[in-house]
Antibody, heavy 115, light 112 residues
Framework: EVQLLESGGGLEQPGGSLRLSCVVS????????MSWVRQAPGKGLEWVSF????????YYADSVKGRFTISRDNSKNTLYLQMNSLRADDTALYYC????????WGHGTAVTVSS | DVVMTQSPLSLPVTLGQPASISCRSSQSLVSSDGNTYLNWFQQRPGQSPRRLIY???NRDSGVPDRFSGSGSGIDFTLQISRVEAEDVGIYYCMQGTHWPRTFGQGTKVEIK
C-alpha cells in the first residue's frame, strides 16, 4: 500500500524557518516525481513545488520562489521542503503528493506562522 | 499562469440524482506529448484530497464508476451519475500540463 507521512510542521514566527519531511512507502520512491501542495485554513488547494525523480528538476510557485527549497533523499525514501523567511500567509496544511499529477496524497502537516 | 474556473461553486443535490461540475482553463491543456493533463480531486470533510480522474476521463483505482470525466481543450466536466451520501465534499479540477500547476476554486457538493 502506498503511504506518505508528512511531519515537521508547527508554530513559527514570521521570518523563521521550518523543514517539512515526507516519508514514503509502498512504491519505488526513486523512480517517481513528487509534489508539495498546501491548503490555507478554509481555502482551496495551492500547488507549491515539484521535484523530479533524481532531484535535478524542480519547480516552484511564485509565492514561495526564493524562500522554499524542495529536495529529496532517495536512500531514505524521504521528500523535504525547506521553508525560510516564513510569512503569515504561509500558514496552511502542507501535503506531499506522489508524482506531478498527484495521484496519492499524505495526510498533511500543519504550519502556522504567527508572532 | 493557467487559470482554472469551476462552476458552480456550490452544488446542492438530491440523493440518487445526477450532478455535473464544469471546469474551464484559460488556455489549452493539450501537452506537447499529445496528452491532456486535467485531473479531478475529491476532498471529503476533514480528509486529504483524493484523485478521482486523470487525463480528463481515466478513473483512478477504486473510484466508483458513477464518476466520469469528459472534455477537451479548455472545457471539462466531472459527472456523478447518481449522488450518494459519501460524495459530499469539495471537488477540484487541476491542470497538470503547464507550470505552475493550478487548481480550480473548488465546488462544494452537498445533499439537499
Amino acid at each position: 500500500e502506498v503511504q506518505l507521512l508528512e511531519s515537521g510542521g508547527g508554530l513559527e514566527q514570521p521570518g523563521g524557518s521550518l523543514r517539512l519531511s515526507c516519508v514514503v512507502s509502498g512504491f519505488t520512491f526513486s523512480t517517481y516525481a513528487m509534489s508539495w501542495v498546501r491548503q490555507a485554513p478554509g481555502k482551496g488547494l495551492e500547488w507549491v513545488s515539484f521535484i523530479g525523480p533524481g532531484g535535478l528538476t524542480t519547480y516552484y510557485a511564485d509565492s514561495v520562489k526564493g524562500r522554499f527549497t524542495i529536495s529529496r533523499d532517495n536512500s531514505k525514501n524521504t521528500l523535504y521542503l525547506q521553508m525560510n523567511s516564513l510569512r503569515a500567509d504561509d500558514t496552511a496544511l502542507y501535503y506531499c503528493a506522489k508524482t506531478g499529477q498527484m495521484d496519492v496524497w499524505g495526510h498533511g502537516t500543519a504550519v502556522t506562522v504567527s508572532s | 499562469d493557467v487559470v482554472m474556473t469551476q462552476s458552480p461553486l456550490s452544488l446542492p443535490v438530491t440523493l440518487g440524482q445526477p450532478a455535473s461540475i464544469s471546469c474551464r482553463s484559460s488556455q489549452s491543456l493539450v501537452s506537447s506529448d499529445g496528452n491532456t493533463y486535467l485531473n479531478w480531486f475529491q476532498q471529503r470533510p476533514g480528509q486529504s484530497p483524493r484523485r478521482l480522474i486523470y487525463k480528463v476521463s481515466n478513473r483512478d483505482s477504486g473510484v466508483p464508476d458513477r464518476f466520469s470525466g469528459s472534455g477537451s481543450g479548455i472545457d471539462f466536466t466531472l459527472q456523478i451519475s447518481r449522488v450518494e451520501a459519501e460524495d459530499v465534499g469539495i471537488y477540484y479540477c487541476m491542470q497538470g500540463t503547464h507550470w505552475p500547476r493550478t487548481f480550480g476554486q473548488g465546488t462544494k457538493v452537498e445533499i439537499k
